[in-house]
């Protein structure tokens, strides 16, 4: 006898749903600048405040904002990414267009 708990909906007769390859990748991209290659990610927040190195204000706790790090590093990779800052979404934006 079946469950009465179980779905009779057959999954494989939905709607093909594409992948968000800006979710499956945690929003994370490359960017060009005359100062070099960056890895720039976008971040819904988190529980702690930063300075953006843009405007030198607070980047409250859980707000939307922006991390970046070089690519390249003198002292390697993992250095560039202990070496990243947390950026208000538009003092990165002004920042590229600056440039």
Same mark, same amino acid.
């Given at each position: 006898?079946?469950?009465? $708990? +179980?779905?009779?909906?057959? @999954?494989? #007769? *939905?709607?093909? %749903? ?9 929003? $994370? +991209?490359?960017?060009?600048? @005359?100062? #070099? *290659?960056?890895? %720039? ?59």
């Amino acid at each position: 006898m079946p469950s009465s $708990r +179980r779905s009779r909906r057959r @999954p494989w #007769g *939905d709607e093909h %749903v594409p992948l968000d390859l800006d979710r499956a990748t945690g929003g $994370r +991209r490359t960017e060009s600048a @005359p100062d #070099g *290659d960056w890895t %720039v990610q976008s971040v819904r927040g988190s529980d702690k405040s930063y300075v953006c190195p843009g405007c030198r204000q607070d980047v409250r706790p859980h707000t939307a904002h922006v991390v970046a790090w070089a690519n390249d590093s003198m002292f390697g990779a993992a250095s560039a990414l202990e070496d990243r800052r947390h950026w208000h979404s538009a003092c990165w934006a002004a920042r590229s267009r600056r440039r």
